[in-house]
């Protein structure tokens, strides 16, 4: 089950562009992600996770850019 504190944790590595993510609580952990679209998506899942543990429903959106332009 992920914590507030985990969402944080993920939230400024996400921000600051960092791969390696220390979360504390029981087992204590340090994990590597492989990209960051990566992070996003349990990121997503983390928060849905905690909102719904909390009895409130929270969206989170990240933005996201291709290169080029459709035609």
Do not use: C, H
């Not at 990209?35 to 990121?43: G, I, K, P, T, Y």
């Not at 983390?46 to 989170?60: I, K, W």
Request: proline residues 3%.
């Amino acid at each position: 089950m992920w914590t507030q504190s985990d969402v944080d944790n993920l939230k400024a590595a996400v921000a600051g562009g960092i791969l390696s993510v220390r979360y504390d609580g029981p087992p204590g952990r340090t994990v590597m992600y492989q990209s960051l679209d990566q992070m996003r998506a349990l990121l997503a899942e983390m928060v849905a996770e905690v909102a719904g543990s909390q009895g409130t429903r929270r969206g989170y959106r990240l933005a996201s850019s291709r290169k080029g332009f459709g035609t």
